[in-house]
């Protein structure tokens, strides 16, 4: 290493050293930052590494003299910092277990979301994306004063074997005398919550719902057929559609659209580095027949990665994203998800809830906008104050930050993500995201 890059590293250890203890500088809890230092560290040195090839240019050198401390502070707090708060509670997964759908399968985030419910009285609930029920299951038992619940899911092989599992809980609280509840599946999207809740009672678009789920995540049972075509590993049609019916399909898209939209979608949706390359080698199949199933679309992505950094874990990380961009592309998922989270909010009655799970940065990143300009924009009675209100929460240790404004209150300022049991036991729950907001 060159002394320049000696220099900056102690410089940036200096930095190091002061941003943690400094006595201005706090962060809660207390120790989670101190489980960073030594990934601070090797920000520190990736950065100084960095820094020692733009010697060689005398200008970048000079340039780099005046800004090394600012961006050495900008990494630390970046590595230091981290924009989301794991989760610290207990992963029962015996308990847990009897909600999956199958023996290895379990609810994301399962405990967690129980958790945001469970100082609620939920009378009424409805679950967006019913899945396997594996939530809805464990949210019903959780709460024996439920009197309506509403589960949506347009895929009609998890609506089928969700609402199996949902008629079969409401036979056995049947026998149970101080039960109520009655259950409503439909196979519909989450975009219909509106005339859905005022199709089972229009009275409850008056009250309002008290708990509110969406598990933006696609479920194992979608993963793991081939038909679908939704896996990077498994070879199938060219499909993608959560939604059978819909006419739009992922072959479509690659053979028929525009080069410009292919791009874009790539791009946009993938947040996909190498997209111009991949969009002309799409575009270009197309001479050739075109892609038609998703091994045909692997190999494409394959020809594009080979040689590159990652070996095969980076031909398979490019092609999840270029899977991703396709799914979200076919279904149309972003501008699904904004409107329907206003949507959902305004169903809400007074002290109701919504937790949404996402599970890539686009989806968080509109749960998180949208949640800000709800509390910005929506008023419930004309009136609202801009700090959250602390007596609803004091007894809900989850709660570590709020964001209060008019109309409602966000409950995670930053997201709760899965504790470290549950993503040793469920690898695909890592990038879990969950955020909640609560209607004043």
Known sequence: MSSHSITAATAAAAAVKQLLFHPSFTLSPLHCYRRQISSSLLAVASYSTTLSASTRNKKKLNRKDNSVTGTSRRVLIDSVVKRRTRSDKKFDEESFRQFGDTESHIPVMLGEVLEVFDSRKLQTFVDCTLGAAGHSSAIIQAHPEMQSYVGLDFDPVAHEKAKAKIDSIQTSMSHD?????????????????????SEVD?????????????????????????????????????????????????????????????????????????????????VKARLTGG???????????????????????????????????????????????????????????????????????????????????????????????????LKNVENEPWIKQMIGGVGGTILTKRPITPSQDEEKLNVRCRSAKLRVIQRD
């Open 177 to 197: 005398s101080t039960s109520n509840l009655k259950t409503h599946t439909f196979l519909r999207n989450f975009k219909n919550i509106k005339s859905t809740i």
């Open 202 to 282: 229009e009275k409850l678009l008056t009250s309002g719902i008290d708990g509110i789920l969406m598990d933006l995540g696609m479920s194992s049972m979608q993963v793991n057929n081939a038909k679908r075509g939704f896996s990077v590993l498994c070879d199938g049609p060219l499909d993608m559609r959560m939604d059978p019916q819909a006419s739009l399909t992922a072959e479509d898209i690659l053979n028929l659209w525009p080069e410009a939209e292919v791009g874009r979608i790539l791009r946009d949706y993938g947040e996909e580095n190498n997209w111009r390359s991949l969009q002309k080698r799409i």
């Open 291 to 389: 892609l038609h199933s998703t091994s045909e679309l692997v190999d494409l992505i394959r020809s594009c990665t080979s040689g590159g950094k990652g070996g095969r874990q980076g031909w398979i990380k490019t092609a999840t994203r270029v899977f991703q961009a396709l799914r979200i592309a076919v279904n149309d998922e972003l501008k699904t998800l904004e409107a329907s989270l206003y949507d959902c909010f305004r169903c809400l009655a007074p002290g109701g809830r919504l937790a949404v799970i996402s599970f890539h940065s686009l989806e968080d990143r509109i749960v998180k906008q949208t949640f800000l300009d709800i509390i910005k924009s929506v008023s419930v009675d004309g009136s609202g104050s801009a700090s959250p209100d």
